[in-house]
């Protein structure tokens, strides 16, 4: 089983809708929790950390779920910009870390 | 203030060739890491180093070396290149671990 999953998408969504997806993580011992950007053919750029108790950053909701071993991340009133692959990111305090494969947001007109 | 830069951008080597992919920062981070991102695969660590004069092993780093001399570089190097090694390589740096990494640009190898 892999360490990190994700829906690989396409979430195909228009302008203005709400999309949210999940990632889920098999290491009980995880201990970081994040969210990159990564636009086609560029670097992957830090979205948001994940806290326990959930946060918000404008458009961006995530939320963390200990007892079922997963993220989230929500995107409310989509934009054009936000066409992009999500990757989730999962860090142990062992020197482990693990990226997933990403999930596809396409936002159109 | 350029972050984390990467050289080369692309290269193209024959099986069996040699190269080493230099990684340099400047916001004085302690902690480094070489990735490599293939299709459907996300990025896997190859190598990473909690300081300067340090390295470890990540998840995929057979055929891989690293070095870490001087604390704003981290080099990659590939002894014999084989095809199974053609990916996009990105390099990353934190000032701690468990906390937000910042890419360079990526470095786009073929191996024919």
């Known amino acids: 089983r892999k360490e990190v999953e994700q829906d690989p998408g396409p979430f195909n969504v228009p302008e203005g809708a709400t999309v949210a997806f999940n990632c889920t993580y098999s290491?009980?011992?995880?201990?970081?929790f994040f969210w990159y950007r990564q636009d086609c053919r560029k670097e992957p750029k830090l979205l948001m950390s994940v806290y326990s108790s959930g946060n918000e950053d404008g458009r961006f909701t995530a939320q963390l779920n200990r007892a079922s071993q997963y993220i989230s991340l929500l995107i409310r009133d989509s934009k054009l910009s936000d066409s992009a692959t999500y990757l989730c990111v999962v860090t142990r305090n062992d020197y482990k870390l693990s990226f997933g494969a990403g999930t596809t947001v396409t936002v159109r007109a | 203030n350029a972050g984390v830069t990467q050289t080369p951008k692309f290269r193209v080597l024959k099986t069996g060739q040699s190269m080493t992919l230099l990684c340099a920062q400047d916001?004085?981070?302690?902690?480094m890491y070489w990735y490599r991102q293939d299709p459907g695969m996300g990025l896997r660590l190859i190598h990473y180093?909690?300081?300067?004069?340090?390295?470890a092993k990540g998840e995929v780093p057979d055929g891989y070396n690293v070095s870490r001399l001087k604390k704003q570089n981290f080099l990659l190097g590939l002894e014999s290149a084989a095809p199974s090694q053609t990916s996009v390589y990105f390099c990353?740096?934190?000032?701690?671990?468990?906390?937000?990494?910042?890419f360079g640009p990526g470095t786009r190898l073929l191996v024919l």
């Open positions: 916001m004085n981070h302690e902690y």
């Open positions: 290491n009980s011992a995880s201990q970081s």
């Open positions: 990353a740096s934190s000032i701690d671990w468990g906390e937000t990494q910042y």
């Open positions: 180093s909690v300081g300067e004069g340090t390295t």
